[in-house]
């Protein structure tokens, strides 16, 4: 294992419930009703694909114009940006300022593969922007999560082949996504959302260099 490469929201913090607030901002003024449920289904989704999939649940995907919905993205943007303002280190989901010192120490190389691209400002609320040897711009990226391609170019970034990456995530479009790309994937969450992971913790408090190290030989020797 020569890289770790981190998805953001829901893996290093929990900003869902800053783009649940935005989101819901803007669904009321266009009615439509939007629950915790319904923001489930967008984790690891683009800003594009989330306002799609939002609009086709309300009934309402052809009644707005490019333009229109560019505003409405801009709205939520503006929105979440006030709510992620607020951020401080103290927001570092458990365990996860622990393993970023634990690589650090050992020379793997740690890489950022966020659909958001709010990301390079969160990481610096949180204070561990230096932490990190490449950071995608997802606005670069041709395809979204489930596509590997932003786990790919994580790898190229950080000069480390597929192979030799781990990466963690806590949504199964990122799940898939790392599986595509060939690289070892760790899920946080419930097991039966992460289908398809080599490894799975219930919360980021279990993510230990120890762990991953153990159970990245085990797969290894199984693979031979
Ligand atoms: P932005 P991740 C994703 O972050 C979020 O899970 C998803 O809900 C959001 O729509 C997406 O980022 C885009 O975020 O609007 O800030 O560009 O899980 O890939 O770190
Ligand atoms: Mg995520």
Redesign the pocket.
Known sequence: MRAVIF????VITDT?EY?FLAWKHIAEQIDILFDRDMNER??????EA?LERILIFGGAEKKYTNAEKQELMHQK?QY?QTLISKLTPEDLLPGIGRLLCQLKNENIKIGLA??????PEILRHLAIIDDFDAIVD?AALAKG?PDPEIFLTAAALLDVSPADCAAIE??EA?ISAIKSAGMFAVGVGQEQSMLGADLVVRQTSDLTLELLHGEWEQHRIKSI
Not at 7 to 10: E, H, N, P, T, V
Not at 114 to 119: D, I, M, P, T
Request: no cysteine; aromatic share 4%; net charge positive.
């Open positions: 998805d953001l929201d829901g869902a783009h967008l984790k690891g989704i683009s800003r989330s943007n979440y966020s659909s958001s691209r709010n990301a997802p999560k806590d949504a990122g």
